[in-house]
């Protein structure tokens, strides 16, 4: 009987809803609702300008199928769609249009992950059909159509249109877009990187016209130039290697590129894993490096994957460990490591905290630990390595009596790494956390809200400092902190990251500001700080770099673009960094494109003080084609003698050239009629300091940037070093506790004497 009256039910709202749309006097609207999964969670309501109720869906949703509904509503008025998700997760992959009978667009979208609630305001006009030029596109997919998605922009890069939604392999769509007379591009993304897989479009005019086609043969992101009434000589990029090149400009300058100073060595995923509702697979990412090999570590809906990626053009996947919970609806998975452990949380579902031992790569990991018991769900962890404690954000869990629980942040124990104890619950003291910096048991915490607060770990917790008032104060998500600077960033559309002088913890001064400055949308994520470059996960801006030598004048240095669509402001693109591999690489997870292994490739300029005579020189800067002609010039006139550590010369005054290109790691002799200084450019990485030593006499280079302690820099050579001297005579004699050379200084070089041949590394 039950079934007979939810039939008739049925049979009697789709009676209403027609004879509604009879009886419409005004302008009939049609919604098409893709309800996505978890759709018993999602529901809607149009209201008016005073918040009035006009219509609300009436019922429950099943997964992932297309609903269509219709209204009446009144022209030359403003109303608002209101999305609403019971779960508060967002609507995962539920996607909705309000269009006109005539399948004009009015409206679409979605509602973002993490969202229990958002709304798009929209008018109804009474012309409604359009009054300029009503161009219908239309898409046939074939294969691996969920990558595919487009928009429609102006010469100056304007958003024109673009539909929110997920295709079907093997369907044909239809739009309609009502649009002035201009020039137009017309773009196409694909969010694996692989072109259309033989899907494509065909745009007509209102004479049914075609006026542009085509299709994505291959790559991330490609376009379309297309006329509306107009006479197009478009002059916006004649740079093939931009992004927004088109073979019809002959002297355009507004180019788009995907990166700077940066080169793509690798990038992994994998299609068969659950989308999430930020349209993607992929979370945060970590790095691992032990017997000279690196791996990214890397989370998705499923779990854990963990990649070889030393030698980055050869990386592969060595294993993947399922989460205690994997589902579409993971969105937030976080990592860290100590020694050989790897500390893995969720924070959706019933998760636990995993610990595996790192010891058997590359061949597997094995989790030790999979447990709830101390929680079952964290936002982001943060280990303080040197004070063994493990650091959890937005924790959540069950006590022994089932009864849930969360708190702010949870301090553990973890001196034995496999077994962590609870130390501090900090639920009752610090505000709502989202993460958290740390180091010898002091925290610099983000508390979205409130701003940033610093506290003492050691013995009983107590608060030392706070910084919670500053200009584009919002939601303070994350921060890293090097030497006296620390940098945090807020994660709202626009808001610039802070730079912060910590030198007196109880007077922190905001020094400075930065911002990826490519989208008024553009949200920062997550970063870190290594040798004065900051390396920030920027959402849809990918991976943006500063370098705040200068902390009061950071400048942007480099950039890759990850996540190539045009930016809207949504939770997509770049969500993690790790900067910490030996090899200087970097690591990038992208919430759709998975893992990236970049290389920065930063031009630099060393200035080398000479004085008059003879001096030993050296460079930390790495440059392939830098002769000895090279190195001096514009110094040539004043150089006398240049020798190497085997006593070849140049001699340019005779034209002679018997040293070639320099070896890096290397020092020379130089001989100068005045003082003068050498400027030499080139490439930065702290990784590649190692230095082949002979045995006999050697001139040692200094490969730093900071002036070094000579003891510390030659303590592994200790038992083959028989004398160090500088180019004024001072020695360092290890056998008899000597030395008067104290640091090594860049630009400097070092006659050094070894028993046996050793590499030096420092």
């Known amino acids: 009987m039950r079934k007979i009256n939810c039939f008739f039910t049925v049979i009697l709202l789709l009676l209403v809803q027609i004879l509604a749309a009879q009886e419409c006097d005004q302008t009939s609207v049609q919604l098409i609702l893709n309800s996505g999964d978890w759709a018993e969670e999602i529901s809607w309501s149009i209201t008016d300008s005073n918040g009035v109720l006009v219509d609300t869906s009436a019922i429950n949703y099943q997964n992932n199928i297309e609903y269509l509904d219709s209204f009446c509503l009144l022209s030359n008025t403003c109303y608002q769609y209101n999305l609403y998700d019971s779960y508060g997760d967002g609507w995962n992959n539920g996607s909705y249009v309000?269009?006109?009978?005539?399948?004009?667009?009015?409206?679409?979208?979605?509602?973002?992950?993490?969202?229990?609630?958002?709304?798009?305001?929209?008018?109804?006009?009474?012309?409604?059909?359009?009054a300029s030029n009503l161009v219908s596109i239309n898409i046939q997919t074939e294969i691996w159509a969920e990558e595919i998605s487009w928009s429609i922009t102006d010469t100056l890069g304007n958003l024109v249109d673009s539909i929110a939604m997920s295709y079907i392999d093997s369907s044909d769509y239809n739009f309609y877009v009502c649009i002035e007379d201009d020039c137009y591009y017309f773009n196409m993304y694909d969010t694996y990187g692989d072109g259309w897989q033989g899907s494509s479009f065909e745009i007509s005019n209102a004479n049914d016209e075609i006026i542009a086609n085509g299709l994505l043969a291959e790559g991330s992101f490609g376009q379309v130039v297309f006329s509306l009434n107009s006479d197009c000589?478009?002059?916006?990029?004649?740079?093939?290697?931009?992004?927004?090149?088109?073979?019809?400009?002959?002297?355009?300058?507004?180019?788009?590129?995907?990166?700077?100073?940066?080169?793509?060595?690798?990038?992994?995923?994998?299609?068969?894993?659950?989308?999430?509702?930020?349209?993607?697979?992929?979370?945060?990412?970590?790095?691992?490096?032990?017997?000279?090999?690196?791996?990214?570590?890397?989370?998705?809906?499923?779990?854990?994957?963990?990649?070889?990626?030393?030698?980055?053009?050869?990386?592969?996947?060595?294993?993947?460990?399922?989460?205690?919970?994997?589902?579409?609806s993971v969105t937030h998975r976080d990592y860290h490591t100590m020694g050989k452990y790897l500390y893995a949380v969720c924070d959706q579902g019933e998760s636990t905290l995993q610990i595996l031992d790192l010891s058997n790569l590359p061949d597997t990991a094995i989790v030790v630990y999979d447990s709830d018991d101390l929680f079952s769900k964290s936002h982001n962890i943060f280990i303080d390595t040197p004070a063994q404690k493990l650091y959890s954000c937005s924790t959540k869990g069950y006590d022994a009596l089932n009864n849930y629980w969360t708190s702010s942040l949870c301090v553990y124990d973890i001196s034995n790494p496999i077994q962590p104890l609870n130390l501090y619950n900090m639920d009752e003291y610090i505000p709502n956390t989202h993460d958290i910096w740390v180091d010898n048991d002091t925290a610099f915490i983000n508390c979205p809200g409130t701003g940033t607060l610093i506290w003492e770990f050691n013995g009983s917790p107590s608060q030392l400092s706070t910084f919670t008032a500053y200009p584009d104060f919002g939601t303070n998500h994350s921060g890293w902190k090097s030497g006296d600077t620390y940098v945090f960033a807020e994660e709202n559309n626009g808001y610039d990251l802070k730079v912060i002088n910590t030198s007196d913890i109880q007077n922190l001064e905001l020094i400075s500001t930065l911002n990826s400055d490519v989208n008024e949308f553009s949200i920062a994520h997550n970063l870190m700080i290594k040798d004065d470059l900051l390396f920030i996960s920027y959402y849809w801006d990918g991976l943006q770099v500063f370098d705040i030598s200068n902390p009061e004048n950071p400048i942007r240095v480099a950039f890759y673009d990850t996540y190539i669509p045009e930016n809207f402001g949504g939770y997509n693109g770049a969500w993690g960094v790790y900067a910490f591999l030996p090899s200087g690489n970097i690591l990038i997870s992208?919430?759709?494109?998975?893992?990236?292994?970049?290389?920065?490739?930063?031009?630099?300029?060393?200035?080398?003080?000479?004085?008059?005579?003879?001096?030993?020189?050296?460079?930390?800067?790495?440059?392939?084609?830098?002769?000895a002609s090279l190195f001096i010039s514009p110094n040539n006139s004043n150089v006398v003698i240049m020798k190497n550590a085997l006593g070849m010369a140049y001699l340019p005054a005779w034209g002679f050239d018997g040293i070639g290109l320099l070896e890096y790691g290397q020092g020379y002799q130089l001989k100068v009629n005045e003082l003068d200084t050498l400027i030499v450019n080139g490439v930065y990485n702290s990784a590649l300091n190692s230095i082949e030593l002979s045995e006999g006499w050697n001139i040692m280079s200094v490969l730093s940037k900071n002036e070094m302690n000579l003891e510390l820099v030659t303590a592994s050579l200790i038992d083959d070093l028989v004398i160090v001297k500088d180019n004024i005579g001072l020695v360092y004699l290890p056998n008899w506790d000597f030395n008067s050379i104290g640091n090594v200084i860049p630009g400097q070089a070092y006659h050094i004497k070894m028993t046996n041949p050793r590499d030096l590394t420092y």
């Open 590 to 627: 992208d919430i759709a494109n998975g893992l990236f292994v970049l290389e920065i490739n930063l031009i630099e300029k060393q200035e080398i003080p000479i004085m008059e005579g003879w001096n030993m020189v050296s460079t930390y800067l790495i440059n392939e084609d830098l002769d």
């Open 233 to 328: 000589n478009i002059d916006v990029c004649d740079d093939e290697n931009a992004l927004n090149y088109n073979q019809l400009s002959s002297n355009g300058s507004e180019c788009f590129y995907q990166s700077n100073n940066v080169n793509l060595l690798f990038n992994w995923s994998d299609t068969s894993l659950e989308i999430n509702g930020l349209g993607g697979s992929y979370s945060e990412v970590y790095g691992y490096a032990e017997n000279g090999r690196e791996y990214a570590i890397l989370g998705s809906t499923f779990g854990t994957h963990i990649i070889d990626v030393t030698n980055p053009q050869d990386s592969y996947e060595i294993v993947r460990i399922a989460g205690a919970y994997s589902s579409s």
């Open 98 to 130: 309000l269009q006109y009978e005539d399948s004009l667009t009015i409206a679409s979208g979605g509602l973002l992950a993490g969202l229990s609630f958002g709304s798009a305001q929209f008018c109804i006009n009474e012309a409604g059909l359009c």
